[in-house]
């Protein structure tokens, strides 16, 4: 007998996946989107999808579990991170004094992320928001090569850092997910 969980996927046609190809939101029929800025908010979208899908039907302690010890890193910890991160690329792009921190210290996204439904429900609400605010932000500018804020940076960068930050946690997230309950696929 082990405590380790065993591996499954919800896949019947293609075991080795995450979700049939027609159950996978992220699948879109015919050609992919014309132009620079539709195709990368498309990838952006499609990573926000797969950091929802690997947290799908796991209750408070499972997404609070800190899988990989010593690592403070948890799943529900991975979506207060990128709740954190969306107000901080705002801060990148403002004039402005920059936003205070959703969870206070360094490392209080993954060090407050605990067991409790409302601690849960808070951080979905806050990643939510963070994402609209962020996208708010950037559609006033469609010029990729357009430089915001006090440091220049292009839009571009921007987005091309948000879809690597999110697809390094989805990353992770594939790892929690599978020591969690043992669930694997793409």
Known sequence: MTDEPARWTKATVYPDMWADPSDDPR??????????????????????????????????????????????MSLLGLVRHLAEAERDWRNWISDGDPLPKLYGR???????AVADQGVVDAAYADLEREQAATDAA???????????????????ELLVHRIEEYARHCGHADLLRECVDGRVGQ
């Open 27 to 72: 699948n879109n029929e015919g050609p992919g989107p014309d132009g620079e800025l539709p195709t990368l908010e498309g990838v952006l979208r499609d990573y926000r999808l797969t950091l929802r899908m690997k947290c799908e039907g796991l209750d408070a302690e499972q997404l609070a579990r800190r899988s990989v010890p010593p690592s403070t």
């Open 106 to 112: 360094r490392d209080g996204d993954f060090d407050g």
């Open 138 to 156: 950037l559609a006033g500018h469609p010029d990729l090569g357009e430089r915001l804020g006090k440091e220049g940076i292009a839009v571009r």
